[in-house]
């Protein structure tokens, strides 16, 4: 039996892998439809492809009888613990944590502030040749709400820093204290949304976060407050937020959506107040070196039976 790395970066064109196993190129193809690069049976680390249609990443994963480790290049988990059962117990399951997070932070603020300075109304009025003058929000002087401050919401802190900003509040699953202040416990968001100016989306998809911005979380935000996900689509009931965008009391600055993709004729596309992206957070060109160290730094820890970096759960335990 080998001891197979399926890798859906090319082998040759990441620098620094360690000696030891043999190294597989498969990321599913054009169609979904690539064979396996090897016997499934001698994969021990299996590195999930990216940007890839989550039936061909989940493809693999029953026959993977004898994988040790699965590494997504993601930072949220949830597209393979959807098919936990397909997994046979003593599965480390890892994330990408320390590849996305410039690159998500950097589109979190960019739509913040092209929501609030109104740039999708400017390029409409370029593409029209028309000179569209008006004033708008400045991020200046906002209250600023982060739900999901792990380190992808650290990262969006940091690059709010400058932006003179009236407050930040933080939130994850539960409260602690950080360099730059309290986190508090998503059992705080009743009391923290009605002051908030701008709400950043920025937690994993769980059952816990599944529909947490529901018609109670919208209602309790502020008239005319903004709303940033650049989580996971399903956090936010999709009909709860159109009815809040239709009425024009709340905005929207969507990377990512439920239904994903967002098919044409959808409501979100032509409801007013809404700026949608394809769910681009993390594809930048930040994203390749930083997911080649990851994979380097992982795979000699592997190999020289190190503690792994960034496990998220065992299977089975």
Request: overall charge negative.
């Amino acid at each position: 039996m080998t001891a197979d790395v399926w890798l859906p970066i090319p082998p040759q064109e990441i620098e620094g892998l360690p000696a030891g196993p043999r190294y597989l190129f498969w990321d599913g193809g054009e169609d979904g439809e690539q064979e396996f690069p090897g016997d499934p049976a001698d994969c021990v680390l299996y590195v999930v492809p990216y940007m890839k249609r989550w039936p061909v990443k989940v493809r693999p994963l029953e026959h993977l009888t004898g994988v040790r480790v699965i590494q997504t290049l993601t930072a949220g988990v949830d597209d393979v613990t959807a098919r936990l059962s397909d997994i046979r117990p003593g599965v480390r399951l890892c994330n990408a944590r320390g590849v996305h997070e410039a690159s998500t932070a950097e589109l979190a603020l960019a739509l913040t502030l092209a929501s609030l300075r109104g740039i999708p109304q400017f390029v409409r009025a370029q593409a029209e040749g028309r000179w569209h003058s008006a004033f708008h929000p400045s991020l200046a002087d906002k209250s600023v709400l982060i739900v999901g401050y792990g380190a992808i919401g650290a990262a969006i802190e940091d690059r709010l820093a400058p932006f003179e900003l009236a407050r930040v509040a933080r939130v994850a699953r539960s409260k602690r204290t950080t360099a730059r202040g309290l986190v508090h416990p998503l059992t705080d968001l009743p009391s923290l949304l009605p002051d908030a100016d701008v709400v950043i989306l920025s937690t994993p998809l769980t059952e816990e976060t599944r529909g947490l911005v529901d018609a109670e979380f919208l209602g309790r935000m502020k008239d005319g407050a903004l709303l940033v996900n650049v989580a996971r689509g399903p956090v936010v009931d999709t009909k709860a937020l159109l009815a809040e965008l239709d009425s024009g009391r709340l905005t929207a600055a969507l990377d990512v959506t439920d239904p994903e993709p967002l098919p044409p004729g959808h409501p979100l596309w032509q409801t007013p107040g809404v700026l949608i992206s394809p769910h681009v957070g993390g594809p930048s060109s930040a994203f390749l070196p930083r997911a080649k160290r990851l994979l380097v730094d992982q795979l000699t820890r592997f190999v020289n039976h190190e503690p792994l970096r960034n496990v998220i759960l065992t299977t089975g335990s």
